[in-house]
């Protein structure tokens, strides 16, 4: 597997954080802009990759205050595991966000780069909206 990860230090309480990330719904302020063909509901969104697939994903686990583990609803182009893990720095919370892909070596070379930007791209959107 391959791990892209991606922190943030957000000056909101853990159970606000949770609260947010928890139910998908709130994530399609955190995609960027080549997403497109958004629909969810607390449990589960479909959404389009601009040039790349479509992707359906459901909440594979929660447990408050701490973790959000997200996995393909559907058949994805490569088994694929997101996790947002959460830690209380009393007052403030450290957001991590974590991207696992089993990737061949061609594909690799090919979604790196996009994959890790995306990573980024969350946790840099979610210090915004959670401002």
């Not at 928890?22 to 994530?27: F, K, P, S, T, V």
């Not at 389009?48 to 959000?68: F, G, S």
């Amino acid at each position: 597997m391959t791990n892209f990860e991606s922190k943030v230090t957000i000056n909101k309480p853990i159970a606000d954080v949770y609260r947010f990330l928890a139910d998908l719904n709130n994530h399609q302020q955190l995609m960027p802009e080549n997403i497109y063909n958004w629909s969810s509901t607390a449990d589960e969104a479909r959404f389009t990759i601009q040039n790349m697939a479509k992707l359906a994903l459901k909440v594979n686990n929660r447990v408050e205050n701490k973790e959000i583990q997200i996995i393909p609803a559907e058949e994805a182009p490569f088994a694929l595991e997101l996790k947002w893990t959460l830690a209380d720095n009393g007052g403030s919370t450290t957001a991590t966000y974590q991207i696992e892909a089993d990737l061949n070596m061609m594909m690799k070379m090919l979604v790196s780069g996009p994959l890790q930007k995306l990573a980024d791209s969350e946790t840099s959107r979610l210090a915004e909206v959670l401002i």
